[in-house]
Antibody
Framework: EVHLVESGGGLVQPGGSLRLSCAAS????????MAWVRQGPGKGLEWVAN????????YYGDFVQGRFTISRDNALNLLHLQMHSLRADDTAVYFC?????????WGQGTLVTVSS | IALTQSPDSLAVSLGERATINCKSS????????????LAWYQQKPRQPPKLLIY???TRESGVPDRFSGSGSGTDFTLTIDSLQAEDVAVYYC?????????FGQGTKLEIK
């Protein structure tokens, strides 16, 4: 069974940084593209970034503007999202998901709150 | 690519049909393979989204056949036949024709 577990969320001040992680199990992690999707409080889904299975290609949402970096460690079955220059409107639940086109498995998400 | 769903919310009686529309700002039909790069997701309260349909009309394994997707080019529809109580959720379309893989704003489905 596919299992994705996000961690690393929390309260951070505006302008701060945070690193999210996603631990994957139950499938061949290195065989799949992976993605991050976020959902602001009471809002819809927003695609953040994705990464090719070997880490050689990455794509980002327009709002990222160089502030976030997606990465992966295929030896440890981990996906990361390094976030810098965080703003109040980055407050959201961040989901880790599997897939390069459609997203067929999702974690439960980790909450990031940007506030002073 | 922007996706616009309609309506924003709807209420349907149990056993009746629910129809949700998704309109893309440009065609997401890839001519070389004649596939529409669109997926549909269901999100119930306090849960992550669940994939229902991809390639606009292919049901994900395990999804009940009362869920169906249709459309091509820029206009797509998710149809839920014989609405069940457990279908109460927010439904999202997503295009994966080009990055960023944008989502529609969501349609909230309730029981009338």
């Amino acid at each position: 069974e596919v299992h994705l577990v996000e961690s690393g969320g929390g309260l951070v001040q505006p302008g701060g940084s945070l690193r999210l992680s996603c631990a994957a199990s139950g499938f061949g992690f290195s065989d799949f593209w992976m993605a991050w999707v976020r959902q602001g409080p009471g809002k819809g889904l927003e695609w953040v970034a994705n990464m090719k299975k070997d880490g050689t290609e990455t794509y980002y949402g327009d709002f990222v503007q160089g502030r976030f970096t997606i990465s992966r460690d295929n030896a440890l079955n981990l996906l990361h999202l390094q976030m810098h220059s965080l703003r109040a409107d980055d407050t959201a639940v961040y989901f880790c998901a599997r897939g390069d086109l459609w997203l067929d498995s999702w974690g439960q998400g980790t909450l990031v709150t940007v506030s002073s | 690519i922007a996706l616009t769903q309609s309506p924003d919310s709807l209420a349907v009686s149990l056993g009746e049909r629910a129809t949700i529309n998704c309109k893309s700002s440009q065609s997401i039909l890839y001519s070389s393979n004649t596939k529409n790069y669109l997926a549909w997701y269901q999100q119930k309260p306090r849960q992550p989204p669940k994939l229902l349909i991809y390639w606009a009309s292919t049901r994900e394994s395990g999804v009940p056949d009362r869920f169906s997707g249709s459309g091509s080019g820029t206009d797509f529809t998710l149809t839920i036949d014989s609405l069940q109580a457990e279908d109460v959720a927010v439904y999202y379309c997503q295009q994966y024709y080009s990055t960023p893989h944008t989502f529609g704003q969501g349609t909230k489905l309730e029981i009338k």
